[in-house]
C-alpha cells in the first residue's frame, strides 16, 4: 500500500516560485504515473499535471501550461511541481494522486499566494 506524502507549500508572493514534492513513504514513484491536483475553497478538485509512468510524456491544464512543469527525482523516486510566475488564483491545497490498483491520495499541501 501506498503512502503519498506532499511536501513544499507554504505562503508565496505573486509572481514568486514555489518547489513541491511528492514522494511515497517506505517506496518509489519512479515508475508510477503521477498527477498533480489542487482544490481550491469552493471548488472542485482539478488535475494541473501529470507525468506518465514510462516515457514520462507530461501534460498541463491550460491554466498552469508554461508556469509549472512537472519531473521525476530518480535518485530521490520522487515527483516535484516547480510552480513559477505564481498568481492568487493558483492558492490551493496540492494534492499528487498515483493508480496502483486503486487511487492513492496525499493529504495534501497548501499553496497560498499573497502580497
Known amino acids: 500500500q501506498l503512502q503519498l506524502v506532499e511536501s513544499g507549500g507554504g505562503l508565496v508572493q505573486p509572481g514568486g516560485s514555489l518547489r513541491l514534492s511528492c514522494a511515497a513513504s517506505g517506496s518509489s514513484l519512479e515508475y508510477h504515473a503521477i498527477g498533480w491536483f489542487r482544490q481550491a475553497p469552493g471548488k472542485e478538485r482539478e488535475r494541473v499535471a501529470c507525468i506518465a509512468s514510462s516515457s514520462d510524456t507530461t501534460g498541463y491544464a491550460d491554466s498552469v501550461a508554461g508556469r509549472f512543469t512537472i519531473s521525476r527525482d530518480k535518485d530521490k523516486g520522487t515527483v516535484s511541481l516547480q510552480m513559477n510566475s505564481v498568481k492568487p488564483a493558483d492558492t490551493a491545497v496540492y494534492y499528487c494522486?498515483?493508480?496502483?490498483?486503486?487511487?492513492?491520495w496525499g493529504k495534501g499541501t497548501l499553496v497560498t499566494v499573497s502580497s
Open positions: 494522486n498515483t493508480y496502483y490498483g486503486i487511487d492513492y
